[in-house]
């Protein structure tokens, strides 16, 4: 099967990479069930690429439903080391406006029904998790977003993300503000766990389509007002694709960022206690720690 060294996970509006060359779609087959839909292979801005709808291509999973760990353990599969996760978000602050960008740092999880981690059935696992985004490719997807000129792009911000699919309610939303997160999303949990689980690079694009319920003069979040602004969003997320994918490194061997090795110290579970299976299981994730 081909490989890619980056993989792009598109939220709503984005289900498809423009100018992908070289294509072919693969359906890869994990522990955890089938991914989103098929992962796209290909040459974007002349780097080997994996692209992966976490919606699907119809948009037919909600934020529950979506099968995270088939995702990411596929990409990880497939030889993806860094991932980008592209997310329309509401905004809880006044200055981040609806289309603007932003690269959050942080995440606070307010989700209620969802797996969050990979290793289970006799395998103890707990990795740091302070810092959900890997900082380096958080500072690329800055640099290229800036590139652009002529779009607001915001440095850091904290994430709720919510169980949804229903938006919040306007108690919810004005908490959240005092609470001091900056926008919100239904998505990047468990993602984001499973991305560091997996020891991959793993960073997010928001796109600021809505202010959410808590603005006193802008009208509440609908669907509408999201896709009326992701096409834009979606358009400027692609464009700082193509210049990140230029700026990653062919390999993480000087990185800092420690997201490569997220598991060195993390295992709980004495090895020599590992039965077999568990072993072959999760091979692709602990195989190196097991020798
Ligand atoms: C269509 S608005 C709500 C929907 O959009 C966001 O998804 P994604 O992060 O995949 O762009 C949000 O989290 C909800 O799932
Ligand atoms: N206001 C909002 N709440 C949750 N998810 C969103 N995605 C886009 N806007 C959102």
Not at 3 to 32: C, H, K, N, Q
Not at 208 to 228: G, I, K, L, R
Not at 256 to 272: E, K
Request: proline content about 5%; overall charge negative.
């Amino acid at each position: 099967m081909r490989r890619a060294t980056i993989g792009i996970i598109g939220g709503s509006g984005l289900y498809r990479m423009e100018g992908m060359t070289d294509v072919e779609e693969v359906r890869v087959a994990t522990p955890f069930g089938d991914p989103s839909d098929v992962i796209t292979i290909g040459n974007f801005s002349g780097v080997p690429m994996a692209f992966l709808p976490r919606h699907g291509r119809g948009h037919s999973i909600n934020p529950t439903e979506i099968p995270a760990r088939a995702n990411i353990w596929a990409l990880k599969s497939l030889g993806v080391e860094w991932v980008i996760a592209v997310s329309a978000v509401g905004s809880l602050r006044e200055e981040i406006a609806p289309r603007d960008l932003v690269i959050p740092d942080q995440i606070f999880d307010r989700t209620k029904s969802r797996v969050n981690g990979f290793f289970e059935g006799g395998l103890v696992v707990h990795c740091t998790f302070a810092d959900p985004f890997c900082p380096e490719l958080s500072n690329l997807l800055l640099d290229s977003a800036r590139e652009l000129g002529d779009v607001n792009v915001h440095a850091g911000g904290t994430y709720v993300c919510m169980e949804g699919p229903l938006f919040s309610t306007r108690a919810e939303s004005n908490v959240y503000r005092k609470l001091g997160m900056d926008i919100i999303g239904m998505t990047a949990l468990p993602e984001a766990k499973l991305a560091r689980e997996a020891e991959l690079c793993y960073a997010t694009i928001a796109c600021a389509t809505d202010y959410d319920c808590w603005h006193e003069s802008e009208e509440s979040v609908t669907v509408q007002m999201v896709v009326n602004n992701l096409s834009a969003n979606v358009a400027n997320a692609q464009r700082i694709l193509q210049s990140v994918a230029q700026k990653i490194p062919a390999n993480r061997s000087h990185q800092t960022c420690g997201c490569a090795d997220a598991l060195a110290t993390s295992i709980m579970t004495d090895r020599l206690q590992l039965p077999a299976p568990l072993k072959e299981k999760y091979s692709l994730l602990i195989g190196k720690y097991l020798s």
